[in-house]
């Protein structure tokens, strides 16, 4: 008998840097799915948060360093932010990974994909969730073919826009809120908390980061105030995230509206089934509540400045990701000085009610589920571990460290 060694499979080294909790839970998704996909061993290494290490990543950088948004936080970060790009630069250098997945929060991701590229032209870079280039800044399609191979795209829209613009691939591989948002629940919510079957609901969302928080949740509170006033029962549900949760409490500390402040993922779900409207912020929720058939309007607000820099760059109509989805301004949004309670509170009473701008509204909200999904069935995870698979095996073949014989 042979007592050569038995030859091992190959490890497959991805490096994931994701910049703030939403990208966290992308990552996470992502590598589950690419566990599952991969016929070998594979190992996880970069920057991430807490859902990441509990896939197996050690992240290099603690996300909360990174997690920033707006001039007034960045600013002071600017420079340890500028040390964390750096430092995750070499430690991709070091590591020498088969393919980089960067991970949304563009800022400070793309600064990252730049310089891997410029010291490590071999290592691909794939890019899940595309910056809103199709928003504002158009050009920066064509200036990412430079540094990153691939585009994982959420929205169905993406793919034609890079091929009209840019030499850069991009895959539509279907929005992980399908996988999140789950319908019905709202019976057993409202009975939960003693709410009758005719008292309205309103669900309030200000935001996951504490400057949407700070700057929206004061606007929302008198817009339910006002509405209370043609409503006398209303019920006010507040969904938060961990990341906020204090700082919304403290703001509500002592408030005297009748309010449920929900923080578990799947009773925001049972807290939108029983609703019969909702106030929120511009972002992803707007996708998740049309996908649970919920009225909605937007409001919101930004530093002057950036509203500024951003109404002159804008190109496009809506702000509102579910809007731009369906292909026409279905969600009222009411930006900067509109976003005032008095205007808010007038645009969400029929929606409350049964209304004609309720039901054309819930008639349009029925086709976000196919629109988002991804037409071969799969889960947006499986399909984005597919492709990179697909560009780092190939890679792989050719730099593969085996793995110590046993």
Known sequence: ????????????????????????????????????????????????????????LESQVPMSDIAVMGLREVVPRLPLIYRRIQQTVRFAHAMDPHVVVIIDSPDFTHSVARRIAKRAPHIPIINYVSPQVWAWRQGRAAKMATYLTHVLALLPFEPAFYAQRSTLACTFVGHPVLERVTLGGGDAFRTRHNIAADTPVLALLPGSRPNEVKGLIDIFMDTARRLRRDLPELVVVLPTVPNVSMLVREKLAGDSLPLILVEDQA????????????????????????????????????????????????????????????????????????????????????????????????????????????????????????????????????????????
């Not at 050569?4 to 497959?12: C, G, N």
């Not at 996880?44 to 290490?53: A, L, N, S």
């Not at 509109?338 to 049964?354: G, I, N, S, V, Y």
């Open 1 to 56: 008998m042979s007592n050569l060694p038995v030859s091992q499979p190959a490890t497959l080294r991805v490096m994931l840097i994701a910049g703030e909790p939403s990208g966290d839970i992308l990552g996470a998704e992502l590598m589950g799915s690419l566990r599952q996909s991969h016929q070998g061993p594979i190992e996880f290494i970069g920057v991430g948060g807490t859902r990441m290490e509990e896939q197996g």
């Open 267 to 406: 009773e925001k779900f049972a807290a939108f089934d029983a609703a019969d409207a909702a106030l929120a912020a511009s972002g992803t929720v707007s996708l998740e509540l049309g996908l649970a058939r919920v009225p909605t309007v937007i409001g919101y607000r930004i530093e002057r400045l950036a509203a500024f820099i951003i109404r002159r760059l804008a190109k496009v109509e809506s702000i509102v990701l579910a809007n731009l989805v369906l292909g026409r301004k279905v969600i009222p949004e009411y930006l900067q000085d509109e976003c005032e309670p008095q205007t808010l509170a007038a645009a969400l009473l029929p929606l409350m009610r049964d209304t004609p701008q309720r039901r054309e509204m819930l008639a349009a909200l029925s086709e976000m589920r196919e629109r988002l999904g991804d037409e071969e069935g799969l889960k947006p995870a499986e399909r984005a571990a597919e492709v990179v698979l697909s560009i780092a095996v190939p890679e792989q073949k050719r730099r593969a460290v085996p793995l110590p014989v046993s």
